[in-house]
């Protein structure tokens, strides 16, 4: 199988070597890994430069800013010469060494778009058909392109779920694969500022979460829905009065960019396709708790 590795890097040089490392210990080793460089401060060029003397398949994309996530993937996404990608977190190493081997053989079912597995042996869903975490995925480039990639007006955060709906809409759905695993996170002594990883989350989250239910949901449940999450994201991190103001910098961004990220890529389901949707992908809970009532 023939496949390109991208990675997305910021100011963690220590932790991407661990990342390449576990790629280059695979059964099967990428045609091309690309490196995306959000603008690090740190030695990060210095190391790919390194790398790249000795595998001469090795890509350096180096940003002159932080691209965010989302757009800097795509970006690599776009440089790919293979038709099928691998993307990790530059905070993540694959636990197995024959990872990309097993996902390639589930790959290969039609309606199949992206291959995950567990994080640090956990995070199994109920369905094998839901959204997916991004830590380490496998996924086919056609119809990650035909389906839009990630949004990269989210910068960070959601972006896996907003796409997960879009495969469903195309008729394509992530795979959970249980002999997958791989392990993410960085140790205490490389870990960031907790408080502003904190705010940044809630931002995002908060923001990215409502873009999600306004541009694909009926009316009625995007505002239900908007109103239950808002309540639930003040409702954790009111204890931390560090953070309180940050819900509301969220929501000032969803008003701010509402325009944008939603009328203009709006795409309202239709109903029974929305109720399906929610069924199979279990999100938003509480649609998925009262139809599988019903359906009980």
Same mark, same amino acid.
């Given at each position: 199988?023939?496949?390109?590795?991208?990675?997305?890097?910021?100011?963690?040089?220590?932790?991407?070597?661990?990342?390449?490392?576990?790629?280059?210990?695979?059964?099967?080793?990428?045609?091309?890994?690309?490196?995306?460089?959000?603008?690090?401060?740190?030695?990060?060029?210095?190391?790919?430069?390194?790398? @790249?003397?000795?595998?001469?398949?090795?890509?350096?994309?180096?940003?002159?800013?932080?691209?965010?996530?989302?757009?800097?993937?795509?970006?690599?996404?776009?440089?790919?010469?293979?038709?099928?990608?691998?993307?990790?977190?530059?905070?993540?190493?694959?636990?197995?060494?024959?990872? !990309?081997?097993?996902?390639?053989?589930?790959?290969?079912?039609?309606?199949?778009?992206?291959?995950?597995?567990?994080?640090?042996?956990?995070?199994?869903?109920?369905?094998?058909?839901? #959204?997916?975490?991004?830590?380490?995925?496998?996924?086919?480039?056609?119809?990650?392109?035909?389906?839009?990639?990630?949004?990269?007006?989210?910068?960070?955060?959601? #972006?896996?779920?907003?796409?997960?709906?879009?495969?469903?809409?195309?008729?394509?759905?992530?795979?959970?694969?249980?002999?997958?695993?791989?392990?993410?996170?960085?140790?205490?002594?490389?870990?960031?500022?907790?408080?502003?990883?904190?705010?940044?989350?809630?931002?995002?989250?908060?923001?990215?979460?409502?873009?999600?239910?306004?541009?694909?949901?009926?009316?009625?449940?995007?505002?239900?829905?908007?109103?239950?999450?808002?309540?639930?994201?003040?409702?954790?991190?009111?204890?931390?009065?560090?953070?309180?103001?940050?819900?509301?910098?969220?929501?000032?961004?969803?008003?701010?960019?509402?325009?944008?990220?939603?009328? @203009?890529?709006?795409?309202?389901?239709?109903?029974?396709?929305?109720?399906? !949707?929610?069924?199979?992908?279990?999100?938003?809970?509480?649609?998925?708790?009262?139809?599988?009532? !019903?359906?009980?």
């Amino acid at each position: 199988m023939e496949y390109s590795a991208i990675i997305v890097t910021f100011n963690q040089k220590n932790a991407l070597r661990r990342a390449i490392n576990s790629i280059l210990k695979q059964t099967i080793i990428p045609k091309e890994i690309i490196i995306i460089d959000n603008n690090s401060k740190d030695d990060t060029l210095e190391l790919l430069l390194h790398y @790249r003397k000795s595998f001469p398949f090795f890509r350096i994309f180096e940003s002159k800013s932080n691209l965010g996530l989302c757009r800097a993937i795509n970006i690599g996404v776009n440089l790919a010469r293979n038709p099928i990608i691998f993307n990790m977190d530059h905070d993540a190493e694959l636990e197995i060494g024959n990872w !990309i081997e097993i996902a390639s053989e589930k790959l290969k079912e039609k309606r199949i778009a992206l291959i995950w597995g567990r994080s640090n042996g956990g995070n199994f869903p109920r369905f094998k058909y839901w #959204n997916f975490i991004g830590s380490a995925i496998l996924f086919k480039r056609d119809i990650y392109l035909k389906v839009g990639g990630f949004p990269e007006d989210f910068f960070i955060y959601d #972006n896996e779920l907003d796409l997960t709906v879009r495969y469903f809409i195309a008729g394509f759905y992530p795979y959970f694969h249980e002999k997958l695993d791989v392990k993410h996170g960085l140790p205490p002594e490389e870990k960031l500022d907790p408080e502003k990883k904190g705010k940044m989350y809630i931002y995002y989250d908060l923001s990215n979460r409502l873009f999600i239910y306004w541009k694909y949901y009926p009316f009625y449940f995007a505002l239900i829905l908007s109103l239950s999450h808002f309540i639930r994201v003040m409702t954790n991190y009111i204890k931390h009065l560090k953070y309180y103001f940050e819900p509301f910098k969220g929501l000032i961004r969803f008003v701010n960019k509402f325009y944008i990220n939603v009328f @203009r890529e709006k795409r309202v389901l239709p109903l029974n396709q929305f109720l399906k !949707i929610c069924y199979q992908q279990q999100f938003p809970m509480p649609i998925y708790y009262l139809l599988k009532k !019903i359906y009980e």
